[in-house]
């Protein structure tokens, strides 16, 4: 059985569509309608350890995603996983671990990535860089304001569809032979967030305006709506500056070598998820 932490999320999801049977870890069961019908919803939740022996037991894998910025819900993972005699872990990472000087971001990450390691259990490591599916984080904006905020102006960057890294997870959990690889995965065409804003616009057949991030708190806005507590926005801002300085964008082709195929398009992206932005 391979259980699916995350399940919910912008990976997760796509993943549980691909794999077929499988055990799907949430915290809130009124999000888990969208799941597939292949899909065993299990109500758990890494904050509380005291939770995790049911969702683990019988599980031979795990596709772990551990939100927020500490070690905690990695440790607590970790440990069911061991008790349950889960086989092989698959692990959501970030590119960020890449950074030399290693940027807060990417601490947190190898942080973790750490954890795993030394657990004994074998394991892969996913480190995509941005998601195209970000670009929702706009939707305010846009509604409010027709316009898009921009944090980084010249810094480009290759955004990766969550669906190409759910089928390179899926890759991983069910083939031998990636235990131990470190997967750094984006899309293939680089983008500024002005050029992200001109394909959203013709599939959403409007003009959007790109406005400038003015302060460090509309910045941080762009990314996280809502906010973001302390630590977590001096890390968003630590990676704009860093993006901004990018001028050309990492680029690799890990999704082509695994997957034999090119990974999808921002283009495509937006035309299948324009709905999202309408409604």
Same mark, same amino acid.
């Given at each position: 059985?391979?259980?699916?932490?995350?399940?919910?999320?912008?990976?997760?999801?796509?993943?549980?569509?691909?794999?077929?049977?499988?055990?799907?870890?949430?915290?809130?069961?009124?999000?888990?309608?969208?799941?597939?019908?292949?899909?065993?919803?299990?109500?758990?939740?890494?904050?509380?350890?005291?939770?995790?022996?049911?969702?683990?037991?019988?599980?031979?894998?795990?596709?772990?995603?551990?939100?927020?910025?500490?070690?905690?819900?990695?440790?607590?993972?970790?440990?069911?996983?061991?008790?349950?005699?889960?086989?092989?872990?698959?692990?959501?990472?970030?590119?960020?671990?890449? !950074?030399?000087?290693?940027?807060?971001?990417?601490?947190?990450?190898?942080?973790?990535?750490?954890?795993?390691?030394?657990?004994?259990?074998?394991?892969?490591?996913?480190?995509?860089?941005?998601?195209?599916?970000?670009?929702?984080?706009?939707?305010?904006?846009?509604?409010?304001?027709?316009?898009? %905020?921009?944090?980084?102006?010249?810094?480009?960057?290759?955004?990766?569809?969550?669906?190409?890294?759910?089928?390179?997870?899926?890759?991983?959990?069910?083939?031998?032979?990636?235990?131990?690889?470190?997967? +750094?995965?984006?899309?293939?065409?680089?983008?500024?967030?002005?050029?992200?804003?001109?394909?959203?616009?013709?599939?959403?057949?409007?003009?959007?305006?790109?406005?400038?991030?003015?302060?460090?708190?509309?910045?941080?806005?762009?990314?996280?709506?809502?906010?973001?507590?302390?630590?977590?926005?001096?890390?968003?801002?630590?990676?704009?500056? %860093?993006?901004?300085?990018?001028?050309?964008?990492?680029?690799?082709?890990? +999704?082509?070598?695994?997957? !034999?195929?090119?990974?999808?398009?921002?283009?495509?992206?937006?035309?299948?998820?324009?709905?999202?932005?309408?409604?």
């Amino acid at each position: 059985m391979l259980l699916i932490t995350g399940a919910t999320g912008n990976v997760g999801r796509e993943l549980a569509a691909i794999v077929g049977p499988c055990r799907a870890l949430v915290r809130d069961p009124a999000r888990a309608a969208a799941l597939p019908r292949t899909a065993e919803v299990v109500v758990a939740d890494l904050d509380r350890p005291g939770t995790l022996p049911a969702a683990f037991a019988g599980a031979s894998a795990l596709f772990l995603v551990t939100p927020g910025i500490g070690r905690q819900h990695t440790e607590h993972a970790v440990a069911a996983a061991r008790a349950a005699g889960v086989g092989r872990i698959v692990h959501l990472s970030s590119f960020n671990v890449l !950074g030399d000087p290693m940027p807060a971001m990417g601490r947190w990450h190898h942080e973790r990535e750490e954890l795993i390691r030394g657990c004994g259990i074998p394991a892969t490591f996913l480190r995509p860089g941005g998601f195209m599916t970000n670009a929702l984080d706009w939707r305010g904006t846009i509604r409010d304001e027709g316009c898009v %905020l921009d944090p980084t102006g010249p810094g480009r960057y290759a955004p990766i569809d969550p669906a190409d890294i759910a089928a390179v997870a899926a890759l991983a959990l069910t083939e031998d032979g990636h235990a131990g690889a470190e997967y +750094v995965l984006t899309g293939e065409e680089t983008f500024t967030v002005a050029e992200q804003v001109r394909v959203l616009g013709a599939a959403l057949g409007r003009d959007l305006a790109v406005r400038t991030a003015a302060t460090p708190a509309e910045a941080v806005r762009a990314r996280f709506p809502n906010g973001a507590p302390p630590a977590l926005a001096e890390a968003i801002l630590e990676g704009f500056t %860093l993006m901004r300085a990018d001028t050309q964008g990492l680029r690799t082709d890990t +999704v082509r070598r695994l997957l !034999g195929r090119a990974p999808g398009t921002f283009a495509d992206w937006c035309e299948r998820n324009a709905y999202r932005f309408r409604n």
